[in-house]
């Protein structure tokens, strides 16, 4: 499909579909999801593991929220037995949050879930499209890179 319009117009556009398409991607990939957990929960759940052993405060920032809404967040997980709080060995004054053996669980059972959810939808595409989207996925992590150095 030929596009006109300045190279300006050309980017907007383009960064409109892939927005939306992002967007629609990342709805049914939270679709996929066992444990019964809240989208916050569970992406609070990956920041844990990702950073291995926040403090609350930490994983408030990562997780652009506020620390109460944290709180809240990491108590349900708890109460789940999907986390733990242990006290940090060299101040003991400040409490961190770690990923419980049954919360890796619900993150590997969650990972496996969506991993064949797009294996599924990746078989449906041509030989071509398969190798096409190799590529994109290539550029959309370098786009995701972009402010992480």
């Known amino acids: 499909m030929a596009q006109t319009g300045t190279l300006e117009e050309v980017e907007m556009e383009l960064a409109a579909r892939l927005r939306l398409a992002v967007t629609r991607l990342h709805r049914r990939l939270r679709q996929q999801s066992v444990g019964g957990l809240t989208p916050s929960q569970a992406a609070a759940l990956a920041a844990t593991e990702r950073l291995g052993a926040p403090t609350l405060g930490e994983l ?73 989207l190799g590529e994109l996925t290539r550029l959309v992590e370098k786009l995701a890179a972009v402010g992480e150095r």
């Not at 929220?65 to 060299?90: C, K």
């Open 60 to 132: 408030a920032v990562a997780e652009a929220v506020q620390p109460p809404s944290m709180t809240r967040i990491v108590a349900a997980l708890e109460t789940q037995g999907l986390v733990g709080r242990v006290v940090d060995p060299e101040d003991r004054r400040v409490t961190r949050v770690e990923v419980s053996p049954a919360g890796r669980v619900v993150l590997d059972q969650n990972r496996s879930l969506k991993d064949v959810f797009l294996a599924e939808q990746l078989h449906r595409l041509a030989p071509d499209e398969r190798e096409a």
